[in-house]
Nanobody, 120 residues
Framework: QVQLVESGGGLVQPGGSLRLSCAAS????????MSWVRQAPGKGLEWVSD???????YYADSVKGRFTISRDNAKNTVALQMNSLKPEDTAVYYC??????????????WGQGTQVIVSS
């Protein structure tokens, strides 16, 4: 069965960095687009970043230039490097699998989420 397990969240000061990782299993990882989505306290889901099967990347304006998504098809992992973190980046971050190779396919599986808190 498909499993997505996030790790790397935690408490960080404003301006700091964190690297989230998502370990995927149960499907042909290299053939699917992957995404990161977040949910801040009391707010709805917000798309953060996508990477399609061939490595093309896409970012929300709110994180562009600060976050970098990457994938390692040999290790079946997708990562989100987050730099210059701001308090408004505080959220639960979810790794999602899209239902096809490209980012226009909808997500069909979600991880359990990892908490990121940006605070001094």
């Amino acid at each position: 069965q498909v499993q997505l397990v996030e790790s790397g969240g935690g408490l960080v000061q404003p301006g700091g960095s964190l690297r989230l990782s998502c370990a995927a299993s149960g499907f042909a990882f290299s053939s699917y687009a992957m995404s990161w989505v977040r949910q801040a306290p009391g707010k709805g889901l917000e798309w953060v970043s996508d990477i399609n099967w061939s490595g093309d990347t896409y970012y929300a304006d709110s994180v562009k230039g600060r976050f970098t998504i990457s994938r390692d098809n040999a290790k079946n992992t997708v990562a989100l490097q987050m730099n210059s973190l701001k308090p408004e980046d505080t959220a639960v971050y979810y790794c999602t699998k899209r239902s096809g190779r490209y980012v226009y396919f909808g997500p069909d599986y979600w991880g359990q989420g990892t908490q990121v808190i940006v605070s001094s």
